[in-house]
């Protein structure tokens, strides 16, 4: 049975992975009306994922005899400005997460529930991988700079980066 302040921990976390699929879905319809076609599929594959990992937390709570709960989101902006301060913004706002991820672990050890402890270690190493496939994107979003050719080349790999790392994990 979780307890009070750690059910509460929980749903914040989903609560964040929930408004996390609706500003990479915000940003995918972006990308695509600016006929980014590649960058879109990467943003609502990430989207996706996004929405997996708040459903894991909804089950696990449930399970443990808690009450996940499902509320209401805040609006993420529409308008991104350019493709690289699309990915800054997808760099930092995982940043984000895996702050809110590290006080949730602490949480845990506070209550000593070491199932929900054990639970979230996919989490802790999920964002790692998050973490570095954000740098990895930044980085060849540097070497192209304002270069056209470069940027119609990324946009046709970076979905590849996607199928890439789904084959790597296949769980998230
Ligand atoms: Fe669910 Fe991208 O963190």
Redesign the pocket.
């Given at each position: 049975m979780l307890s009070k302040k750690l059910e509460q921990a929980l749903n914040d976390q989903i609560r964040i992975?929930a408004e996390?699929s609706q500003v990479y879905l915000s940003m995918a319809s972006w990308a695509e009306v600016k006929g980014l076609e590649g960058i879109a599929g990467f943003m609502y594959a990430h989207s996706d994922e996004?929405r997996i990992?708040m459903l894991k937390l909804v089950k696990y709570v449930n399970e443990r005899g808690g009450h996940a709960q499902i509320s209401e989101l805040k609006a993420p902006k529409t308008d991104f400005g350019s493709f690289q301060k699309l990915f800054q913004e997808l760099y930092e706002h995982?940043i984000f997460?895996s702050e809110s991820i590290n006080e949730l672990v602490h949480v845990t050890l506070q209550e000593k529930d070491y199932a929900t402890h054990n639970f979230l270690q996919w989490y802790v190493a999920?964002?790692i991988e998050?973490e570095a496939l954000a740098r990895t994107i930044l980085d060849k979003i540097n070497l192209i700079g304002n270069d056209k050719g470069g940027l119609y080349l990324f946009d046709r790999d970076v979905q590849q980066i996607t199928v890439e790392s789904a084959a790597a994990n296949p769980q998230a």
């Open positions: 992975e996390s996004e990992h995982e997460v999920e964002q998050e």
